[in-house]
C-alpha cells in the first residue's frame, strides 16, 4: 500500500522534474504528484501524510516555476483533509497559512484562483502573527516570491492598520542590514584573500516595492519619516535598480500622500537640494528630489511662487543624460504648465533650438522629453499654434543636417509617448517621412527613426493601426527597394504597439513579411528578417522568447526548418500564457505544417494547435482560425490513424477554448462527414473528432446530440455508410467523456447490436469495436446495464446478432474472471475446460447466481446453433469460462429448461433447431439417465400459463425422443402418451401443432403402438363438449404431419355411419394428397350425410363441412375422382342423391382453386344435361355450378367450349319435354350461365366459332321463354349487332340474323331500345351479295316492324330500293321484305305510301323474271288483307278477277299468284257475297289453265278456298271444288298431282275440324289409287295427304266413318296402305313444309 511509498523523496524529485523537464514530463510528473498526494489523504485505503511530506509542497510553493507551484497547491489541496492548521498545530498550522498567504497574491492568476480555493475550502483567517512572518519573503531571493510578498503584506497590513508603522520601521532596519557589504580580507602586503560577499540587491529591490504597495496605508505622521529615508540614503543606493525602484515607491507615497503632506515634505527636498554636496555621486538623489519636487509641486497652487523655480529646475533636469530622470521630469511638467503659462512659448522656442542644434545626444533627447511634456500641458492644439509642426517637419526633411533629423524624430517618439493618442491624427503625416528616415544615410538617424516608430506604433489605437496597416502594406508593393525597406521596418516596429492591437494587426505582418523574405533585393529581405526578430523581441512569452530564432529560422527556410521547430515547440515546457506577437510567429509554421506531406509534421502541427488553446488568450488566437481550421480538418481524415487522433483532440481543444461560436461550420462539417460515402478513414475522422468537439462543449452538447446520434443509427432505412459513422461515435464517446457517458450505455448498446447483425461487414466491424469498448470501459460500472442487451442478443433470431452477442459477452466474461480470452481452445473434445473455479466464483459474485445462470445457458445453447461461427465463438467462451461442464450443467439445468422451452416455441426456425439440438446434446452427454429429471420438469411445463413453454415442451419432447432409443420410450410412455394427448387437445393451437410433431417422432420411435395409444382418445374427446373443437384441432395438426399413417386409422372409423363430415372436413384441410387415396369412400359417405340435412337447420354446417373436404383437394388425381364421381351421382335417379351431388360440384366449382380446365367438357356438358331435371333445388345447383365454371373461364377456354356448348343445348333440346329447357327458364337467371361463352364466341371466335356461336345461341333462344331472356336481352343483342356490322362471310351473318329473327320473334317489344341499330343492320343487310343473307334480313324486318311505332320511312325505303335496285335478286329480296313488313304493319302504313306501293306491285304482276314476278304477286296478295273496301275492290275487279282473255301468260301468272294469296291471307273478305263467286270462278279457271305455273298457282288458290270452307262451313265444301281436285289428283302431270296432294294435307291439318265422310270418300279412293303412283314423291304426298284427311292422328273415329262407306278394294287398298306407310306416319309428328311458293327460299 502507500504506507510503504518513500512519498517525501518522490515529491522532491517529482518536484525537480516538473521545474527542469520537457512540457510531456511536467505532465506526466504534475499527475503522478497529484496521485501521489492522494494515497496519503488519509481517505479510505489511503495513508496519512507526514509534515515532512507537507513541508516539501509547501516548500515547493516558492518556486520560481510557476508549474511547480501549481502541481504543489493541487498536491495540497488533495491533502486538505490531513492539514494541520493554527488551531491543531500552531507551528506547522501558521507555517502553512504564512504560505498560502503567499501564494494568494502569486503573479499567475490561474495559481491565485486555486489557491483562493484552497483558503476558503480550508476555511482560513488571516492573523496578525502573520505580518512580521512575510518580512522574510519580501527579501526572497525569487522575483516571484518577492512580488507576491509585497502584496501579500500589503494586503495584510491593510487588515491590520495598527501594524503599518512598525512594519515601515522594520524594512527601512532591513534595508540597512542589506545595504551593509562587509569589505574584502587584505594581506599584510594589501592582496584580497577573500571577496566580499555580493551585494544583495534583490532584498533591497523587495523592500522598495514592498514599501511602494505599503506606502497607500500609511498614516500621515508616518509620511515624513518615510521621505527622510528615501532622501538621500534609499534614493541613493548602490545599485541602479534599486534606485529605481525606489524612486517608483517615492512617486508612489507622493502620490497617495503628496496633497496632505505639501507642507512638511517640500522643506525636505528644499533643504536636501540647498545642503547636498556638489559632487558627482550625489547627482543621482539630486535629480531624483527634482523630480520628486516636481511630482509635489502639481499640488501646489499655481501662482505659488515656489512652482516657476521648480519648473526651472525641472528644465534644467532635462539635461540629465538618464532616461528615467528625464522622463519623471516630463511626467511632471503637464500639471504645472498653468502656472508658467505666459513663460511657455519661450521655453518652447528654448528647448527647440536646444533639439535641433545642440551637439549633446543628452542634450536634444531632453529637449525633446520637455517639448512633449509642455506640449501636454498646454493641449494638442498649441502644436498648430506655436508652429511646432511646421518646424519639425521642416528638419526632418533637412538633407544637410542630420542632427536636425534626428531631432526631429525625437520630438516625434516623445510627443507619441506623452500625448499617446491624441497625436494619432498627426501620425499619418509623420509616416511617410518616417520611411524615408529608416534608409537615411545617417546611422544615429536610423536609430532615432527605430526609436520613434517603436513610440508610433506603441501608442496606436485600434483606430490607428487601422490608418497606419494599410499604407504600409501598399508600401510593400512599391517598385523602390528603399520605401519597401522602409514600410517593412515600420511594420517591424507594429510590434510595439499595445498587446490589443498587436493581435489584432500580426496576423496580417506576418505573412507579409514572411513573403518579403524572399524578395529580389538583399536590403529588403534583411529589413524583413529584422522585422521579424523585432516581432520576435517583444514577445513576453519566456518560452517562446527562448526558441524565437527557431521560429524565425522555420520562417526563413520552412521547407527545411519546420519540423525541427516543431519538434522545439513540442519539447518546450510552456510555463507562461503564450502572448500575440509569439501566436504571430508560430501559427504560419503550424499553418504550412499541415500542408506537409510528412505524416509526422502534421502529427505535431495537431498538437500543437491543441496545447495552444490552453495557453493563449481567445481573441488573440481568433484571426488564425480561418487559416487553421482546413488544415486541422484535412488532418482529421487522414489515413494514419494518429494522426486523426491528434488532429480531433486539437479541434476538441480548439472548440472548447474558442467556444463553439467561433466554429459555426464544423458540427455542421463533421456530421456530413460523418455520413460519408468516401471511406471509412473519413467517417472515422469524423466520428473521433466529434466526439472530442462534444467532449470540448460538455455534458450540456452531449445530452443535446446524442438523442439524435442514437435515433440515427437505430434506422432501418439508413445507407450503411450513415450507419457505419453514427456507429463510431460509439467507439469515441466513451473516450472522451468517460464515466460521464454512462447514462448513454443503455440506449446505444441495442443500435450496436442492430448494426452487429448489419448484412456490411464493414458495419458490423465497426459496431463489433464499439461494443468492445463499452465493455472495456463500463464492464463493471456498466454490468446492469450491458448484461440484459447481451442477454436478449443472444437469443435474438437474426443469428449475426447472436454472434455478436457471444463475442461480447466473452469479453465482458473475461473481464469479470481477469483472463484475456485470447488463448487458443482447439483441442480433441469440445468437453475439454480451461476455466478455473476462481473465473467461475468471480463471475457469480458480479453476476448474481440468476443471472450467471441465464448467461451460461445462452452460450451452451449457442454451442448448438445453427451457425458454424456462433457455435464455435460460444465453445471458445465456454471453454474458457467454465470449469466442468457436467457440473455446471447440472448447476444451470432449470435455468436452461425454462428458455429451452420458450425458444423451442419459437416462431423462429433457427431457434427452434437451436433449442432441440441442445436438448438432444443435453440428453447425449449426461445419458438417458438424466430422463427422469427432465421428464418431470416437462410434465410440470405442460402445466405453465405461457403457452410457448407449453408449445415447447412439446418440441423438446420430440428432440428427447429423436436423441433417445426405443426401449427408453417405451419405458416412460407412460409419462410420455398423456403428455402428448393433453398437449393435444390444449386451448393453444400453437401448443397443439408442437404436440402433433411430438406424436410425429412418437410413431417414428415406437411405431403402430402409438396410433392405438392416442387417437381412440382424440376420437371420444370429440364428443366431449368443451373439449370438442380443441381435440379436433389436434386431430387436424396429427393429421398435418402424419397423414399416410392417421387416414387409412381414421378413414373407416369417420366415414360409417352417422359420418362425421365435421371431423373429416378438418383432417382433410391437412391430410394432403393421402386424401386422394380415400376419396372413392370420403365422397359417398359426404353426399350421403348431406342429403339426410338438405331442408334442415344443419344443412349449412353440413354444407361448410363438405366444403372443406372437397376444396382440400388439390392434386390432379383427386380432382379427377372428384369431379367424375359428382357427375356420376348426378345421373342417380334418387331426388336427394342428385341434389346433394350438384350441390357439392356447384360450391367445389365456384370456391376451388386447382386448375379444372382438362375437366370442362365433361362438367360443362353434365351439368346442362341437368337443366331438364324436375327438381328446382337441383336446376338453381347446376345452373349456379355452371355459372360458376364459366366466370373462371379466359377468353381461349371459353372459345374452345362453344362447339361442344352447341351439341349439348341441341341435346337438352331434343331431350326437353316442352318447347322450352327448364334450367333456361329460372327466373332472375335465364340464360346467363353460358352466356358469357356463346357471346365470347360471337365477339372474338374466328367465323367458324362465330357462325357456330350465333347458332347455338339461336338454339338457346328457342328454349327459353321470353320472361327468362329479357334479363339478357342487352348482352344478347350488343354483339351481335356489332358483328354483323363487321365483314364476315355469309354464313356467319346468316347466323346471326336468324337469331335475331329468333330473338325478336321472342321477346320483340324488349329490343325496342335497339329499334334503330337493328333496322339500319337490316335494311343494309338486304343489300347483301349473298341471297340467303338478304332473305334473312328480309324475314327479320318482318318481325321487327311488330315493335314500329312509325313504319311510313321503312316502307318508303324498301319502295324506293324495289324501284331503284337494277339487281333482280336484290329486288325480289326487297320485295319479300315489303312483304314481311306489310304482314306485321299493313294496317298502319300511310294510305298514300300503300297506294304507291300498290301501283308498283301491280306494274311488276307480269315481269318477265319469275322470282320478280312471284315476290310482287305474293307481295300484293299479302297487302290484300289491309286495303280499304274500294282499294281492295278497284285491285280485284281491275286486276285479280279481271278478263283474261288476251293477256299475256305471265301477267296471267302473276295475278293467278295475287289471287291464290290474297285467299290465304284475307279469306273472308274474298269469300264475301260480292266477290265470292268470281273469286271462285277464276281460281277454277286458273287450276285448268293449261300452262303448269297458272295451274299450279290455281290449285293453291283451291286447297286455300278448301281450309276456309272447312272451317266456315264446318266440313262442307262446294261440289266443284271436290270434283275439280279429284280431277287434278287424276291429272297426268304429276306436278299437278303433287299441289293438289299438298294442298288436301295442308288444308285437312290437325287444327281444322274433319270433312264430311261423304266428302272424303271420293277424295280418299283418288288418293288411294294415287299411292300406286310410280312417281315416288307423288305416293309419299298421297299418304301424308290420306292422313290428315282421315285425321288419323287425332284417333280412328273419322277413318271408321268413312270404312263404313267405302267399297272392299278401297278397303283393301287402304289396309295396305297401312300396313305399308300410313300408321307409321300417324305415329310421327306432322310436316312443317311450308306451301305458299311466292314466299322465296
Known amino acids: ?705 446524442m438523442p439524435e446520434i442514437v435515433s440515427t443509427a437505430s434506422k432501418v432505412d439508413i445507407a450503411p455508410h450513415v450507419r457505419d459513422g453514427y456507429i463510431m461515435m460509439f467507439t469515441y464517446l466513451p473516450i472522451t467523456f468517460g464515466d460521464k457517458f454512462t447514462p448513454y450505455v443503455g440506449p446505444i448498446i441495442p443500435c450496436i447490436l442492430k448494426a452487429l447483425a448489419d448484412e456490411n461487414e464493414f458495419v458490423r466491424d465497426t459496431a463489433l469495436r464499439a461494443g468492445q469498448r463499452i465493455i472495456t470501459m463500463y464492464a463493471e460500472t456498466a454490468i446492469a446495464l450491458l448484461l440484459p442487451e447481451l442477454e436478449q442478443g443472444l437469443f435474438d433470431d437474426l443469428w449475426r446478432i447472436r454472434f455478436s452477442s457471444v463475442q461480447l459477452l466473452g469479453d465482458l466474461l473475461f473481464h469479470i474472471s481477469g483472463v484475456t480470452g485470447k488463448m487458443t481452445t482447439e483441442s480433441a473434445s469440445e468437453d475439454d475446460n480451461f476455466g478455473t473455479a476462481q473465473s467461475t466464483k468471480a463471475i457469480i459474485e458480479a453476476l448474481g447466481a440468476e443471472r450467471r445462470n441465464r448467461v451460461l445457458a445462452g452460450l451452451y445453447m449457442g454451442r448448438s446453433d445453427t451457425q458454424l461461427v456462433v457455435r464455435q465463438a460460444s465453445l471458445h467462451v465456454w471453454k474458457i469460462v467454465v470449469s466442468n461442464t457436467p457440473r455446471t450443467l447440472r448447476e444451470i439445468l432449470p435455468t436452461l429448461f425454462s428458455l429451452l422451452l420458450g425458444f423451442l416455441a419459437s416462431t423462429c426456425a433457427d431457434k427452434r433447431t437451436i433449442a432441440a439440438r441442445t436438448l438432444g446434446d443435453l440428453v447425449r452427454k449426461l445419458g438417458e439417465k438424466i430422463l427422469p429429471e427432465i421428464i418431470p420438469i416437462l410434465e410440470e411445463g405442460l402445466r405453465s400459463d405461457k403457452s410457448d413453454e407449453r408449445q415447447g415442451v412439446c418440441i423438446g419432447l420430440s428432440e428427447i425422443m429423436k436423441s433417445t432409443g426405443r426401449d427408453a420410450v417405451l419405458f416412460f410412455s407412460e409419462s410420455l402418451v398423456p403428455t402428448v394427448r393433453k398437449a393435444l387437445c390444449d386451448p393453444l393451437e400453437e401448443v397443439r401443432e408442437a404436440a402433433a410433431k411430438t406424436f410425429e417422432q412418437l410413431h417414428t420411435t415406437i411405431g403402430h403402438q402409438a396410433l392405438e395409444d392416442i387417437l381412440p382418445f382424440l376420437l371420444e374427446q370429440l364428443g366431449v363438449e368443451e373439449m370438442s373443437d380443441f381435440a379436433l384441432d389436434g386431430l387436424k395438426q396429427v393429421m398435418a404431419v402424419k397423414s399416410r399413417v392417421v387416414l387409412p386409422y381414421l378413414v373407416p372409423k369417420l366415414t360409417c355411419p352417422p359420418v362425421n363430415t365435421q371431423v373429416l372436413a378438418f383432417l382433410s384441410s391437412v391430410a394432403g394428397e393421402a386424401l386422394t387415396r380415400h376419396l372413392g369412400v370420403i365422397l359417398p359417405a359426404v353426399m350421403s350425410a348431406l342429403k339426410h340435412k338438405l331442408g334442415t337447420e344443419e344443412e349449412t354446417q353440413e354444407l361448410a363441412n363438405c366444403q372443406a373436404v372437397i376444396l382440400s383437394v388439390e392434386d390432379e388425381a383427386g380432382q379427377r375422382i372428384i369431379i367424375e364421381d359428382l357427375l356420376d351421382a348426378t345421373r342417380n335417379s334418387e331426388v336427394g342423391m342428385r341434389q346433394a351431388a350438384v350441390t357439392i360440384l356447384n360450391i367445389y366449382c365456384a370456391k376451388t382453386k386447382a386448375d379444372y380446365t382438362a375437366h370442362l367438357r365433361n362438367l360443362v356438358s353434365g351439368l346442362i344435361r341437368l337443366f331438364n331435371d324436375s327438381n328446382a333445388e337441383v336446376l338453381n345447383e347446376s345452373w349456379d355450378a355452371l355459372s360458376a365454371i364459366t366466370k373462371k373461364l379466359d377468353a381461349g377456354n371459353q372459345l374452345a367450349l362453344i362447339d361442344d356448348l352447341h351439341k349439348d343445348v341441341r341435346m337438352v333440346g331434343n331431350e326437353a319435354k316442352g318447347e322450352h329447357v327448364p334450367g333456361f327458364c329460372i327466373p332472375k337467371k335465364g340464360v346467363t350461365s353460358i352466356l358469357p361463352i356463346l357471346r365470347e364466341g360471337v365477339l372474338s371466335g374466328n367465323p367458324e366459332q362465330k357462325e357456330e356461336a350465333a347458332k347455338a345461341l339461336g338454339l338457346v333462344i328457342k328454349l327459353t321463354s321470353a320472361e327468362a331472356l329479357k334479363p339478357s336481352v342487352v348482352s344478347i343483342t350488343g354483339p351481335l349487332i356489332r358483328i354483323l356490322g363487321d365483314r364476315f362471310s355469309w354464313n356467319v351473318k346468316v347466323a346471326l340474323l336468324e337469331t335475331l329473327s329468333l330473338l325478336l320473334a321472342k321477346v320483340g317489344i324488349a329490343l325496342k331500345p335497339f329499334l334503330p341499330q337493328l333496322q339500319t343492320t337490316f335494311t343494309k343487310a338486304l343489300q347483301d351479295s349473298n341471297r340467303s343473307v338478304r332473305l334473312k334480313a328480309a324475314d327479320a324486318l318482318g318481325k321487327l316492324i311488330s315493335i314500329h311505332t312509325k313504319v311510313d320511312p321503312l316502307f318508303t325505303e324498301l319502295l324506293n330500293g324495289i324501284r331503284s335496285s337494277e339487281d333482280s335478286g336484290i329486288r325480289e329480296t326487297m320485295l319479300q321484305a315489303a312483304r314481311f313488313v306489310t304482314r306485321g304493319a299493313g294496317a298502319k302504313v300511310d294510305s298514300t305510301i300503300r297506294k304507291n306501293i300498290v301501283t308498283v306491285l301491280l306494274g311488276m304482276l307480269g315481269h318477265d323474271e319469275d322470282a320478280t314476278r312471284m315476290a310482287s304477286a305474293g307481295c300484293l296478295g299479302e297487302l290484300c288483307a289491309f286495303l280499304p273496301d274500294e282499294e281492295l275492290s278497284a285491285v280485284l275487279l281491275q286486276h285479280l278477277l279481271a278478263d283474261i282473255s288476251g293477256i299475256d301468260w305471265m301477267v296471267r301468272h302473276g295475278r293467278s299468284l295475287a289471287l291464290s294469296v290474297a285467299i290465304n291471307v284475307a279469306p273472308r273478305r274474298l269469300c264475301a257475297s260480292r266477290f265470292c263467286d268470281s273469286v271462285q270462278t277464276m281460281t277454277f279457271n286458273n287450276a285448268t289453265a293449261d300452262r303448269i305455273p297458272i295451274a299450279v298457282s290455281g290449285i293453291q288458290g283451291m286447297g286455300f278456298l278448301m281450309k276456309h270452307y272447312i272451317e266456315a262451313e264446318g266440313g262442307n265444301l262446294p261440289a266443284k271444288l271436290v270434283s275439280l281436285f279429284i280431277k287434278c289428283l287424276q291429272n297426268p302431270s304429276s306436278d299437278i298431282k303433287l299441289v293438289a296432294e299438298k294442298m288436301i294435307w295442308w288444308a285437312n291439318k290437325e287444327q281444322v275440324p274433319p270433312l264430311d265422310p261423304q266428302i272424303i270418300k271420293p277424295i280418299l279412293k283418288t288418293l288411294l289409287d294415287n299411292t300406286k303412283d310410280k312417281n315416288t314423291t307423288v305416293r309419299a304426298y298421297s299418304d301424308q295427304a290420306i292422313v290428315n284427311l282421315l285425321k288419323m292422328r287425332e284417333g280412328e273415329s273419322v277413318l271408321q266413318a268413312v270404312c263404313k262407306i267405302l267399297d272392299v278394294a278401297s278397303i283393301e287398298l287402304f289396309n295396305e296402305s297401312c300396313r305399308r306407310s300410313l300408321k307409321k306416319l300417324a305415329s310421327q309428328a306432322d310436316s312443317s313444309e311450308m306451301i305458299d311458293d311466292t314466299v322465296l327460299t
Open 1 to 705: 500500500g502507500p504506507d510503504l511509498l518513500p512519498r517525501r523523496d518522490m515529491l522532491l524529485l517529482l518536484t525537480n522534474v516538473i521545474g527542469t523537464g520537457s512540457p510531456r514530463l511536467q505532465v506526466l510528473a504534475s499527475n503522478t504528484l497529484t496521485t501521489l498526494c492522494t494515497s496519503s489523504s488519509g481517505e479510505d485505503g489511503c495513508a496519512y501524510a507526514e509534515q515532512e511530506e507537507i513541508d516539501v509542497l509547501l516548500q515547493a510553493l516558492q518556486s520560481p516555476c510557476s508549474n511547480v507551484r501549481d502541481a504543489a497547491l493541487r498536491g495540497l489541496m488533495e491533502l486538505q483533509m490531513i492539514l494541520p492548521t493554527p488551531d491543531s498545530d500552531e507551528k506547522n498550522g501558521l507555517n502553512l497559512l504564512h504560505r498560502l498567504w503567499v501564494v494568494k497574491f502569486d503573479v499567475e492568476e490561474e495559481i491565485r484562483k486555486q489557491a483562493e480555493r484552497l483558503w476558503e475550502s480550508m476555511a482560513l483567517e488571516l492573523q496578525s502573527d502573520l505580518c512580521p512572518m512575510l518580512l522574510k519573503d519580501i527579501t526572497y531571493h525569487e522575483e516571484a516570491v518577492r512580488q507576491a510578498a509585497a502584496k501579500a503584506l500589503s494586503s495584510a497590513v491593510m487588515q491590520y492598520r495598527d501594524q503599518a508603522a512598525d512594519i515601515m520601521s522594520k524594512l527601512i532596519e532591513i534595508y540597512q542590514e542589506k545595504l551593509f557589504r562587509p569589505p574584502p580580507v587584505l594581506d599584510a602586503l594589501g592582496r584580497v584573500i577573500s571577496e566580499p560577499p555580493p551585494d544583495q540587491w534583490e532584498s533591497r529591490c523587495g523592500i522598495a516595492l514592498a514599501l511602494n504597495k505599503l506606502a497607500q496605508y500609511l498614516d500621515g505622521f508616518q509620511v515624513k519619516p518615510l521621505f527622510q529615508f528615501f532622501v538621500p540614503d534609499a534614493l541613493n543606493d548602490r545599485h541602479p535598480e534599486v534606485r529605481k525602484c525606489m524612486l517608483d515607491a517615492a512617486l508612489s507615497a507622493l502620490n497617495t500622500h503628496g496633497k496632505d503632506s505639501v507642507n512638511s515634505l517640500l522643506p525636505v527636498f528644499e533643504e536636501f537640494l540647498k545642503n547636498a554636496p556638489n559632487d558627482a555621486s550625489y547627482d543621482a538623489v539630486r535629480q531624483s528630489v527634482v523630480i520628486l519636487m516636481g511630482s509635489l509641486a502639481k499640488h501646489l497652487d499655481k501662482n505659488d511662487p515656489k512652482v516657476k523655480p521648480i519648473v526651472a529646475k525641472l528644465v534644467t533636469a532635462l539635461s540629465t543624460p538618464s532616461q528615467q530622470v528625464q522622463e519623471s521630469v516630463a511626467s511632471c511638467l503637464p500639471p504645472l504648465v498653468p502656472a508658467i503659462k505666459e513663460d511657455a512659448a519661450g521655453m518652447i522656442q528654448k528647448l527647440m533650438e536646444l533639439l535641433l542644434e545642440s551637439d549633446k545626444y543628452a542634450e536634444r533627447k531632453g529637449a525633446a522629453y520637455g517639448l512633449a511634456g509642455l506640449v501636454k500641458g498646454l493641449g494638442i492644439l498649441s502644436l498648430k499654434q506655436q508652429d511646432m509642426m511646421t518646424t519639425l517637419t521642416d528638419a526632418i526633411q533637412d538633407k544637410k543636417n542630420f542632427r536636425r533629423r534626428e531631432g526631429a524624430l525625437f520630438a516625434f517618439e516623445m510627443l507619441c509617448n506623452m500625448l499617446g493618442k491624441l497625436f494619432e491624427p498627426y501620425v499619418v503625416h509623420v509616416l511617410p517621412h518616417l520611411l524615408l528616415c529608416f534608409g537615411d544615410g545617417n546611422q544615429y538617424v536610423r536609430e532615432a527613426a527605430d526609436e520613434c516608430a517603436k513610440a508610433v506604433m506603441s501608442n496606436l489605437s485600434a483606430h490607428g493601426v487601422k490608418l497606419v496597416l494599410p499604407s504600409l502594406l501598399v508600401a510593400l508593393e512599391e517598385e523602390s527597394w528603399r520605401t519597401k525597406a522602409g514600410s517593412v521596418e515600420l511594420l517591424g516596429a507594429m510590434a510595439y504597439c499595445a498587446p490589443k492591437q498587436l493581435s489584432s494587426c500580426l496576423p496580417n505582418i506576418v505573412p507579409k513579411l514572411t513573403e518579403v523574405l524572399t524578395d529580389s533585393h538583399v536590403k529588403v529581405q534583411k529589413a524583413g528578417q529584422q522585422a521579424l526578430r523585432q516581432i520576435g523581441s517583444v514577445i513576453r512569452n519566456p518560452e517562446i522568447l527562448a526558441i524565437s530564432p527557431v521560429l524565425l529560422d522555420a520562417l526563413t527556410d520552412p521547407s527545411r526548418k519546420t519540423q525541427k521547430c516543431l519538434q522545439t515547440l513540442l519539447d518546450t515546457k510552456f510555463v507562461h500564457f503564450i502572448d500575440a506577437p509569439s501566436l504571430a510567429l508560430i501559427m504560419p509554421i503550424v499553418q504550412r505544417a499541415f500542408q506537409d506531406r510528412s505524416t509526422d509534421t502534421r502529427k505535431m502541427a495537431a498538437q500543437i494547435i491543441g496545447n495552444m488553446y490552453s495557453l493563449t488568450d481567445q481573441k488573440d488566437l481568433a484571426p488564425y482560425l480561418p487559416s487553421v481550421t482546413p488544415g486541422l480538418k484535412s488532418s482529421l481524415l487522414d489515413p494514419v490513424p494518429k494522426v486523426r487522433t491528434v488532429s480531433a483532440k486539437a479541434l476538441g481543444a480548439m472548440v472548447k477554448g474558442m467556444g463553439e461560436s467561433c466554429f459555426e461550420d464544423l458540427l455542421p462539417w463533421l456530421m456530413d462527414t460523418l455520413a460519408s460515402e468516401q471511406s471509412s478513414v473519413d467517417r472515422s475522422g469524423a466520428a473521433q473528432g466529434l466526439a472530442e468537439v462534444m467532449a470540448g462543449l460538455g455534458v450540456e452538447k452531449l445530452e443535446k446530440l
